[in-house]
């Protein structure tokens, strides 16, 4: 589910019903406020209890806008790569909370495990001018998902991940130039 996708901030929520007719839920980037989170999940009856996790794909302000409050008011896992997470305990917005918070690796060419064991994550890089930016290749309850966000072109490896995907969301940026 796309929460926000743009210039004004970047959030998407992935994920399954558990048994108990519950959810897990693994958040995509934070650019929108808690409250504007708290309410798009609600609206589809979803409660932010059940978020497991929090994935990074790079450190641009529309895509970490509230991640030192996220870091704050939620209990969750943040997964970013080793590089992403250096840079994020240094960026002005995510401010002390993001150095409690509880940081897992990705690490590359290796899938890690997520919600439970009910889903594993991996990334790969993409082209775009920040410290880091990646995509990720999500598989969840038998479906592969694959998200590639500010992507300034597909690599090879973007392309492997994206023949292999049932679903993929890719938002790109315009660029003049690039175009030309």
Same mark, same amino acid.
């Given at each position: 589910?796309? @929460?926000? *996708?743009?210039?004004?901030?970047?959030? %998407?929520?992935?994920?399954?019903?558990?048994?108990?007719?519950?959810?897990?839920?693994?958040?995509?980037?934070?650019?929108? +406020?808690? $409250?504007?989170?708290? $309410? *798009?999940? &609600?609206?589809?009856?979803?409660?932010?209890?059940?978020?497991?996790? @929090?994935?990074?794909?790079?450190?641009?302000?529309?895509?970490?806008? +509230?991640?030192? +409050?996220?870091?704050?008011? @939620?209990?969750?896992?943040?997964?970013?790569?080793?590089? @992403?997470?250096?840079?994020?305990?240094?960026?002005?917005?995510?401010?002390?909370? %993001?150095?409690?918070? +509880?940081?897992?690796?990705?690490?590359?060419?290796?899938?890690? *495990?997520?919600?439970?064991?009910?889903?594993?994550? $991996?990334?790969?890089?993409?082209?775009?001018?920040?410290? &880091?930016?990646?995509?990720?290749?999500?598989?969840?309850?038998?479906?592969? %998902?694959?998200?590639?966000?500010?992507?300034?072109?597909?690599?090879?490896?973007?392309?492997?991940?994206? $023949? &292999?995907?049932?679903?993929?969301?890719?938002? *790109?940026? %315009?660029?003049?130039?690039?175009?030309?």
């Amino acid at each position: 589910m796309s @929460l926000s *996708s743009g210039s004004c901030g970047n959030c %998407y929520f992935l994920g399954i019903e558990d048994s108990k007719g519950g959810h897990k839920g693994l958040i995509i980037d934070a650019g929108v +406020s808690l $409250r504007r989170l708290k $309410r *798009s999940l &609600q609206e589809n009856n979803i409660d932010l209890s059940e978020l497991s996790c @929090l994935a990074i794909t790079h450190d641009h302000l529309d895509h970490i806008r +509230s991640l030192g +409050s996220f870091c704050k008011k @939620l209990d969750i896992d943040i997964w970013a790569t080793e590089q @992403l997470h250096r840079a994020l305990s240094h960026h002005f917005i995510t401010g002390e909370e %993001y150095e409690k918070a +509880s940081k897992k690796a990705l690490l590359p060419e290796r899938w890690h *495990s997520i919600l439970g064991g009910d889903a594993l994550i $991996r990334f790969f890089e993409v082209p775009h001018d920040a410290t &880091q930016t990646v995509g990720l290749a999500v598989q969840i309850a038998g479906h592969n %998902y694959v998200h590639i966000t500010d992507c300034g072109a597909l690599t090879e490896e973007a392309m492997d991940f994206c $023949r &292999q995907a049932h679903t993929v969301v890719i938002e *790109s940026n %315009y660029d003049t130039k690039m175009l030309l």
